[in-house]
């Protein structure tokens, strides 16, 4: 079973920027893509930002041009730079892994909260 571990969120001012990383552990394992998600009170998860094994990037609308997405397969891990922060920003954070170990996973971080003031 693979596990992932964020770390990185925390409170900070509109405008300001935050980094969140995530990785990987738990035995021999390929990855092919990773995510990261958000979910805000009372509303659904949303995907921001998904990156494929050969580093082809989504973006959500939303975060287009304020936040990048990269990792390092070497490690496994990814991260989430975001700049210009926004109050709509605010929301659990969760990393998200697809691939095949034994068997084909698909796993979840337990989430980070990145809260923006205004």
């Known amino acids: 079973q693979v596990q992932l571990v964020e770390s990185g969120g925390g409170l900070v001012q509109a405008g300001r920027s935050l980094r969140l990383s995530c990785a990987a552990s738990g035995g021999t394992f390929r990855i092919n893509a990773m995510a990261w998600y958000r979910q805000a009170p009372g509303k659904q998860r949303e995907l921001v930002a998904h990156?494929?094994?050969?580093?082809?990037?989504f973006y959500a609308d939303s975060v287009k041009g304020r936040f990048t997405i990269s990792r390092d397969n070497a490690k496994n891990t990814v991260a989430l730079q975001m700049n210009s922060l926004k109050p709509e920003d605010t929301a659990v954070y969760y990393c998200?892994?697809?691939?095949?170990?034994?068997?084909?996973?698909?796993?979840w971080g337990q989430g980070t909260q990145v809260t923006v003031s205004s």
């Open positions: 990156i494929s094994s050969d580093g082809t990037t």
């Open positions: 998200n892994a697809a691939g095949r170990g034994v068997t084909s996973f698909n796993s």
